[in-house]
């Protein structure tokens, strides 16, 4: 009786606690075979009469608390159950009763498929094109109402906290349900972080068998994630894999090593004024080498003769012999120095040399952003993810970076107020909040360069390791990549360059810029501007701590 009482006192301050939140209006669409919506649908919340049901669109409307719980009803399928939460739209995927469903296989522990009829335990699989239904970023919540007897809970800020499966089976013992990520024991804090685009199918065991397999942590039900990646395989990887050679891993010293010589013709100068006069003298000697008008203008710069700087930039601008290269190299400096205006000016002039290439334009919206001029910047952007209009104007690269594009657009969307959205495409809205995020583009396009992110468990992402067990996926294209992480892991991470194709007189300049909480407000970014040479096939250039 003393442990029963004060669990009582607590159920009666938190029914106090529920009484004063505010009811708010819940809408969404129901789904059943073939995610066909469904009309007739009853909606109730537990212990009450039905009060709503679903149009011919499958559409509803219901009054709600953030405390109840709705209960979707509808002959020949399983009652569905949704927690409200701070949820105002919840759309719902009802599963056809046992007897009409079709027979599929299923994933079992480690990954083993099986016929639901040789499968002694309760499942239920979940396909991709029933996650995205409702287009909803967060896994849990996508498959909250999905999945019968599932049900996630929050805590007040919206935050999951329980995942369970087969109700309380203890009131002192945690009754989550276990998470497998292709067959690595995860948690539901992870899976609610993965994009739902990378996911083949989330099959739900009801029983408690995968105790005999993954622990008493099993005894609750567990959640098996099956990614495209670990299904294109055919098979489901476990912990042991990480000392597999099919999972790429750095073995080598991880130690950031940037080292830059000075080019000779800076090794003799004897003052700054005949630093200026070798370069009045010279500089008709290198148009074509961007890294010699860049070190000059560097050099007048750190010895404090903005004039001489200034007049190094100015002769770039204005020369019909300067290349995409040096105005890129130039325009990475000045940004990561933080004069946005130069190099608004520097990347205009790269526009106006490569009119054809995304990339320029990529450039331009992004700089703009950061000049406030934001409704610029998403007009480009949104140009920019138009594949057709852009191939309509003769700018054939734009799909390869439409990815990376999609991101910056959706990152201005939802941290931008009074932008004029009338001509977005409503497919191109993604969520694009990420704990880390790292931008690398070198001033070349004509080089062959390897650039590759190696992660704190060691493994590396990069153009051929795409997506990585902890969630690390890689966009590359020439001269661009992007490596984001929407859940991180405290550590080091690596930018690792090879660069050693390259003949030697070929010098790449590398922007890298390091976005922490992407897309949230406590977001930071970091520009930093390094020079390539083909000094080691493996150079560690960067490092970010998580």
């Known amino acids: 009786m003393k442990k029963i009482l004060p669990l009582i006192i607590i159920f009666l301050f938190s029914a106090i606690a529920w009484s004063q939140n505010d009811s708010n209006s819940v809408v969404g669409t129901v789904y059943g075979r073939g995610s066909q919506p469904l009309s007739g649908v009853e909606i109730s919340k537990i212990g009450a009469l039905p009060i709503a049901s679903t149009d011919e669109n499958g559409e509803y409307s219901i009054v709600a608390k953030p405390t109840d719980t709705l209960v979707f009803s509808y002959d020949g399928y399983y009652p569905t159950l949704a927690f409200v939460s701070n949820n105002n739209a919840i759309s719902v995927y009802l599963q056809e009763e046992l007897s009409k469903k079709r027979v599929e296989k299923v994933v079992g522990p480690l990954g083993i498929r099986k016929s639901p009829d040789m499968v002694n335990y309760a499942t239920q699989k979940i396909e991709q094109e029933e996650l995205l239904i409702g287009r909803n970023p967060n896994t849990l919540e996508a498959l909250n109402g999905k999945v019968s007897g599932l049900t996630v809970r929050y805590d007040p800020s919206g935050k999951p906290t329980t995942l369970n499966i087969r109700g309380n089976r203890s009131l002192l013992s945690d009754n989550s349900a276990l998470v497998v990520i292709d067959g690595i024991i995860s948690d539901f804090e992870v899976l609610s972080t993965m994009d739902n685009n990378i996911i083949e199918s989330i099959t739900v065991n009801k029983g408690a068998s995968g105790a005999v397999l993954y622990g008493s942590r099993g ?103 300067a290349d995409y ?222």
């Open 219 to 321: 005894a609750n039900g567990v959640v098996m994630v099956t990614t495209k990646k670990s299904a294109k395989s055919g098979s489901s990887n476990n912990s042991l894999n990480y000392n597999n050679e099919s999972i790429p891993r750095y073995g080598k010293r991880l130690k950031v090593n940037v080292k830059e010589n000075t080019p000779d013709y800076l090794r003799d100068i004897s003052s700054t004024e005949d630093a200026f006069t070798q370069y009045q003298t010279n500089r008709d000697n290198y148009w074509g080498h961007s890294a010699y008008f860049l070190d000059m203008y560097k050099y007048f710069d750190n010895n404090g003769k903005s004039n001489y700087s200034q007049q190094v930039f100015d002769d770039v601008i204005n020369s019909d012999k």
């Open 325 to 546: 290269a040096t105005l890129r190299a130039m325009a990475y400096y000045l940004e990561s120095k933080g004069s946005l205006v130069h190099a608004n000016v520097a990347y205009n002039k790269v526009l106006n040399s490569k009119s054809d290439d995304a990339k320029s334009y990529r450039h331009m919206a992004l700089i703009n952003q950061e000049l406030g001029k934001n409704q610029v910047a998403f007009n480009t952007l949104n140009v920019i993810v138009d594949n057709d209009y852009m191939y309509n104007q003769g700018i054939y690269n734009a799909s390869k970076i439409k990815g990376i594009a999609m991101h910056e657009l959706n990152n201005l969307l939802q941290n931008t107020s009074n932008l004029d959205t009338k001509d977005l495409n409503g497919i191109n809205e993604i969520n694009t909040t990420y704990d880390l995020r790292i931008v690398m583009e070198s001033n070349r396009d004509d080089v062959n360069l390897n650039l590759k992110v190696v992660e704190p468990y060691l493994e590396i992402s990069s153009a051929d390791n795409d997506f990585t067990r902890i969630g690390g996926e890689m966009n590359t294209l020439d001269g661009l990549s992007e490596y984001a992480l929407r859940n991180a892991r405290k550590g080091s991470y690596y930018v690792v360059a090879d660069y050693s194709q390259n003949p030697e007189e070929v010098v790449s300049f590398i922007k890298i810029t390091a976005y922490k909480n992407y897309g949230k407000s406590n977001a930071t970014k970091t520009v930093k501007m390094l020079r390539l040479t083909n000094n080691k096939k493996d150079q560690v250039i960067y490092k970010v701590d998580f």
